[in-house]
Structures are given as structure tokens and as C-alpha cells.
């Protein structure tokens, strides 16, 4: 399975932006790039999900590097809400599976 | 949007109790189901895939007979743990997918999981 490379954690302030990092090196031409993220006590949640083009959605943006080996997660105004642990996965275009890594523990200070 | 039920929320039994837990997709069909289970401060790991109307598939070092899996229909798949031990205790965790459109270009969507504890 191809891997993904997170920060550990990060912190950001309330209300300001945050770009979460993700680098995924040897991605192949068919791997969507997916976020997902899990506040404490739930089960995971759908972020956002691209192939090659910049994703918008109403909870956050995907900015791809033109050569797929890394992307970000954008979320552009931080509540407290968003402190979560958020998971950078590559799902082939022939695998169902989901299998997560470490992911990146985000804490959003007030 | 989409939505995964699971059920129950939580359960605490005795030593030794077999716990069955429910997962449903409650407004799509999902030929394919996963579990998943998750220790305090760690990621999920994935356990089994649950396929519809065939036999489950299980990772590496998961035992199937310890983890029974059913996925009777197309929006319900059962995980019973059999004889559960404390060990077993954990946060249990299934997901599905519309099973209409390409795989890697669907979000999977994941139930609120089941914390187990075995006394």
C-alpha cells in the first residue's frame, strides 16, 4: 500500500487558518488522495477527497502539488470544533480498503 | 448525506459473554463492509472486510473464529465477539461505501463506533 508521511501533531489559533501537510512520494496515477478526521469518542469522518485538481468543499479546501507527491489539508477559519485527528489516506481506484496511519492531532487554542 | 448506524453505543459485560454489534448503511446499499477496532491513543486497525453474502476477510493476525462477521444484507453487517475476555475491550468501529460509483472515488463513511468493556 502506498504510505503517507503526517506531522504528528500541530496547533493553531481559533478562527485562523490551518494548512495540514501530508506527503505521499510514491503515490500512483490512479490513487485519490482522501482526509478524513476523528474527534474524540466518534468514529471518522469525511473531510474531502482529489485526484489531481484542487478540491473545494463546505468544510475545507485540497490543494494537490502538481506532482501528486504531497498535498494539504486547508481549513480556512479553525473552531474549536475542528481539534480532531485528521488521516491522509491513498485509496487505489481498484482497493475498497481504508487503511489509516499515525494521522496528525490538531489542537486549536482559543 | 450518507450514514452508517452502529449499534450499540457502548456495552459492558461479564468475562466470557459473546457481544453482537450492528452496523447498518441507512440510506445506501453496501455490498462491502469493514470493522475496525481502536486502542486508547492509537489509530484504527483495520480487522476484517465484511462481504455481502460471502465469507468475511480477515487481516493478518486477526482471529477469525474470536470475531464473527455476517453481512446478511446490503445494509447490515453484524461483528459478534465470542467469549470476550478484557482484552477485547476496545472501540469498535465499521464503515461502508455507496456501492454505486468507482472505488477511491467514493468517501467511505464510518458509524459512531461501539466502546466494549469486558469486566
Known amino acids: 500500500d502506498a504510505k503517507t508521511t503526517q506531522p504528528n501533531s500541530m496547533e493553531s489559533n481559533e478562527e485562523e487558518p490551518v494548512h495540514l501537510p501530508c506527503n505521499h512520494s510514491t503515490i500512483s496515477g490512479t490513487d485519490y488522495i482522501h482526509w478524513y478526521r476523528q474527534l474524540p469518542s466518534q468514529g471518522p469522518e469525511y473531510v474531502i477527497h482529489?485526484?489531481?485538481s484542487n478540491v473545494n468543499n463546505r468544510m475545507a479546501s485540497l490543494a494537490i502539488a502538481e506532482d501528486r507527491k504531497s498535498s494539504t489539508l486547508i481549513l480556512h477559519r479553525a473552531t474549536l470544533r475542528d481539534a480532531a485527528v485528521y488521516y491522509c489516506?491513498?485509496?487505489?481506484?481498484?482497493?475498497?480498503?481504508?487503511?489509516f496511519g499515525k494521522g496528525t492531532r490538531l489542537h486549536i487554542l482559543p | 448525506g450518507a450514514v452508517v448506524s452502529q449499534h450499540p453505543s457502548w456495552v459492558i459485560c461479564k468475562s466470557g459473554t459473546s457481544v453482537k454489534i450492528e452496523c447498518r448503511s441507512l440510506?445506501?446499499?453496501?455490498?462491502?463492509m469493514f470493522w475496525y477496532r481502536q486502542f486508547p491513543k492509537q489509530s484504527l486497525m483495520l480487522m476484517a472486510t465484511?462481504?455481502?453474502?460471502?465469507?468475511?476477510?480477515?487481516e493478518q493476525g486477526v482471529e477469525k473464529d474470536k470475531f464473527l462477521i455476517n453481512h446478511a444484507s446490503l445494509t447490515l453487517s453484524t461483528l459478534t465477539v465470542t467469549s470476550a475476555h478484557p482484552e477485547d475491550s476496545s472501540f469498535y468501529i465499521c464503515s461502508a461505501r455507496d456501492q454505486l460509483g468507482p472505488l477511491g472515488n467514493q468517501p467511505q463513511h464510518f458509524g459512531d463506533g461501539t466502546r466494549l468493556s469486558i469486566l
Open positions: 440510506d445506501f446499499q453496501a455490498t462491502t
Open positions: 465484511s462481504n455481502e453474502g460471502s465469507k468475511a476477510t480477515y
Open positions: 482529489g485526484l489531481t
Open positions: 489516506i491513498l485509496r487505489p481506484r481498484r482497493d475498497d480498503k481504508i487503511i
